[in-house]
């Protein structure tokens, strides 16, 4: 899954905790990448409880980690989201990973 903001995806991960975070926009999980997390305006639900925007989304539902508010996400109907394209080159990217991965030459 890419960033949701400027679609870099992840690389082979190192060792230690992910610099990568979670987040929800409009009530659908999404990933933040390193550079786009230096933003002030990242656009991402929050709590109507607590106001935190450290929510995760699961099953059809909301939770807040900060306060524990739990409520049901909208269905995919009625948030009508935009079409996100995939990022450009990923097909050729994908194609040389499986040439590599099955010894094409």
């Known amino acids: 899954m890419p960033c949701y903001r400027c679609g870099a995806r992840q690389t082979d ?7 990568w975070q979670r987040g929800v926009r409009n009530e659908s999980q999404v990933l933040i990448c390193p550079d786009c997390q230096r933003l002030h305006d990242l656009d991402l639900d929050s ?16 939770e807040c980690r900060s306060c524990g ?24 990217e994908v194609e040389a990973a499986l040439n590599r991965v099955l010894g094409r030459a």
């Open 47 to 62: 709590c109507s409880t607590c106001g935190s925007t450290a929510l995760i989304c699961r099953l059809g539902e909301v």
């Open 69 to 92: 508010a739990v409520w049901l996400a909208r269905s995919s109907e009625t948030l009508d989201p935009a079409p996100v394209a995939p990022p450009p080159g990923l097909s050729a």
């Open 13 to 19: 991960p190192v060792r230690g905790a992910s610099p």
